[in-house]
Each structure stands twice: as C-alpha cells, then as structure tokens.
C-alpha cells in the first residue's frame, strides 16, 4: 500500500522523498528510485489521482504557440515591430499581423505602435531557432494605455487566473478593474478609480506570493471584502472587465 509523505501544496526540496510503494506515479519534477518517489526540484507538490509532481516555485517563460503575452515595443522598421516580451530573443509583429486594418506600403509604423508601447498579443509561430512571431489580429489584441504593469512569476500565471477564470474573475468582478494577464508573467490592470485599481494589483502580487498555500481563494475573497465589499460598483466604460488569458 502506498504512502504519500506530504501533502498537496507542500513546497519541498530536490531529494525529499514525496511517496513510497508502488501506488503513485512520478509525473514532472519528480521521479522514482526503488519504491520511493523523490522530488528532483525545488517546488510546490500537486497530487491528481495516482500522480505526484513538483510545480517548480520560479521558471523562465517558454513561448508556445497560442499563448497570449503582454510586451514593449523595442523596434520599428519596415517590415515591422520588434517586441521585447521577456524572452532570449524579441518577438516579431510582421506588417501582415499588425492590425485588422489594411496598413500600406510605406506608412509610418510609429503611427500603430511606438517604441516603449506595451501590446497585448498573440504568439502564431515559434521555430526551433527560438524566432517567434506574434499577431496583433484578433479580440483583445492591442495596445495598452494608462493602466499599471506588473510583472510575476511565470509559473504562478495559472493560480492567478484559477480553474476556468474563476480567481481573476473574482478581483476583476470585486475591483471593477480591466485585467489582461499575458502567459509570460506580465499583467495589466486598469481601473477608473486609482484606490480600486491599487486593490488589485495587491490582490494580484498577494496571489503571485502564496501561490502554494491552501485555501488562497478564499483569504482572496476575505481580502477584497475588507478592501472594497459592500461598495457600489463604477465599472469601466459602464462594463465589467473583458479580457482575461486562459
């Protein structure tokens, strides 16, 4: 019979021994050695079913096709705009992908996205040579203005949006803030009342710092009661926020 010697949520070190018999499986950071499953990184333990893995505290974005992401624009020259979005090598926003408009030949490029402009985008393609190229067509691809930029872990981008939206959903709804958040770590929040809007960025680095704790959710939702429950709702343009990344 099988014994798991943590618990879900645990951090726990490389060599720490997270179960013993033959009842669990090693998944991600994490592997087998005679009966025992043994943590091979420092991390946070996630237990589905028969599976044990380690979700490492801290890790370096990996672009992946699909993936929204939130950048600055480093670079623009004729054949588009290059966007630093934390990674070894900027991305590329080709002319073709820059806007749902037509943009003719020989127009100011400056006139779309600047330098120093943040953009909300689309990763379409990465090579093996770690080239990637971004689109800004499609719903809630665009550039960013007022607003605030936070940057977090990588790895804690799925505990800050929750299981189908629902922890994100929860501060847009409480903070009556507009909240796009990029899968390489980079967040915006806007909101037209300055004491809400700071509401939810500590709300969003309160989530990126006890990411591995149980029970966040609702320590969440007892924060942001405390902080704005019971106030009448002023929403951005007159509706909730609309953007989230899954």
């Not at 670079?75 to 926003?93: K, M, R």
């Not at 943040?118 to 007022?146: F, W």
């Not at 605030?148 to 929750?162: C, D, E, Q």
Request: hydrophobic share 40%; glycine share 12%.
């Amino acid at each position: 019979m099988g014994d798991l010697k943590i618990k879900d949520k645990d951090i726990v070190v490389p060599g720490e021994i997270l179960a013993a018999g033959m009842d669990f499986l090693p998944s991600g950071g994490a592997f087998r050695e005679g009966e025992d499953i043994i943590a091979s990184q420092v991390g946070v333990v996630s237990i589905d079913g028969r599976l044990v893995k380690v979700v490492p505290l801290a890790i370096k974005y990996i672009p992946k096709r699909g993936d929204m992401v939130i950048g600055t624009v480093e670079e623009v020259t004729n054949n588009g705009w290059f966007v630093d979005f934390g990674y070894s090598n900027f991305a590329l926003i080709p002319l073709r992908d820059g806007s749902m408009d037509y943009i003719p030949k020989g127009a100011d490029l400056t006139q779309y996205y600047n330098y120093g402009d943040y953009v909300v985008a689309n990763i379409t393609n990465v090579t093996k040579s770690k080239q990637v190229d971004l689109s800004m067509k499609g719903p809630g691809l665009r550039k960013l203005s007022e607003g605030v930029i936070l940057k977090v872990n990588p790895a804690k981008v799925p505990r800050i949006i929750g299981k189908q939206g629902s922890m994100i959903s929860m501060v847009k709804t409480k903070t009556d803030c507009r909240i796009v958040v990029g899968q390489n770590g980079l967040i915006w929040i806007y909101g037209i009342d300055p004491v809400k809007e700071k509401v939810a960025v500590d709300t969003i680095k309160m989530i990126d710092e006890k990411a591995h704790i149980q029970g966040l959710t609702d320590e969440v939702s007892a924060y942001l009661e405390k902080k704005v429950g019971g106030e009448k709702r002023t929403t951005v343009d007159g509706k909730e926020g609309e953007e989230n990344v899954q």
